[in-house]
């Protein structure tokens, strides 16, 4: 089992960049391939990024392949979405969760944040 947390949202300009951080609990957190998803009011949660638990094969939306990286640091529990070139489009609240394989289906993510706003203004 593991816990997550997200951290570092917030308020940008559009052409901005902003970091968010995952902090994951728990000895397992290794053993899971991490995602990033967003969501905003009256759509369904999408897909954004997500990355093997120790290869570094990552996988991206189409939205934001180019824009956004996703990293992990296995040694500290952490994942990172780094997002640059933001777009009001981006304005979503965003979560990491946890899945035992890389994908891009939420089904496949047993473990959730509690999500963190990120909104880009024009």
């Known amino acids: 089992q593991v816990q997550l947390v997200e951290s570092g949202g917030g308020s940008v300009q559009a052409g901005g960049s902003l970091r968010l951080s995952c902090s994951g609990s728990?000895?397992?957190?290794?053993?899971?391939?991490m995602g990033w998803f967003r969501q905003t009011p009256g759509k369904e949660r999408e897909f954004v990024a997500t990355i093997a638990q120790w290869s570094g094969r990552t996988s991206y939306a189409r939205s934001v392949e180019g824009r956004f990286t996703i990293s992990r640091d296995n040694a500290n529990r952490m994942a990172y979405l780094e997002m640059n070139s933001l777009k009001p489009e981006d304005t979503a609240l965003y979560y990491c969760a946890a899945s035992p394989v890389i994908s891009a289906d939420r089904g496949s993510y047993d473990y959730w944040g509690q999500g963190i706003q990120v909104t880009v203004s024009s």
């Open positions: 728990g000895p397992t957190f290794s053993t899971f391939a």
